[in-house]
Nanobody
Framework: QVQLVESGGGLVQAGGSLRLSCTVS???????MAWFRQTPGNEREFVAK????????SYADSVKGRFTISRDNAKNTGYLQMNSLKPEDTAVYYC????????????????WGQGTQVTVSS
């Protein structure tokens, strides 16, 4: 039974930084991992993904050059380093994992965390 828990969200001013963490329990193998975000009235949006081994990463155009996804499989933890934050980055951020798909679509992910709120003020 896989459980994902996000942490590290908070309130920051535009231009600031946050690092989100995603801790994983319940599995002995590594899954592909992605971060998504969602704001009220909008669909869940792809942010970044990383393959199970960490060898491949991909980012949404809106965050390229500002966000970095990484993972430490020995700690069963994934990260999203967010720099140069903008008010438009304000959202609930979700960690997701799937054993089979390295995907940018939320519909392809089997396991989800509860989300962590990121608020960027002007």
């Amino acid at each position: 039974q896989v459980q994902l828990v996000e942490s590290g969200g908070g309130l920051v001013q535009a231009g600031g930084s946050l690092r989100l963490s995603c801790t994983v329990s319940g599995r002995t193998f590594t899954n592909h991992m992605a971060w998504f975000r969602q704001t009220p009235g909008n669909e869940r949006e792809f942010v970044a993904k990383i393959s199970a081994s960490g060898g491949m990463t991909s980012y949404a155009d809106s965050v390229k050059g500002r966000f970095t996804i990484s993972r430490d499989n020995a700690k069963n933890t994934g990260y999203l380093q967010m720099n140069s934050l903008k008010p438009e980055d304000t959202a609930v951020y979700y960690c997701a994992q799937d054993p089979n798909r390295y995907s940018s679509s939320p519909s392809n992910y089997k396991y989800w965390g509860q989300g962590t709120q990121v608020t960027v003020s002007s």
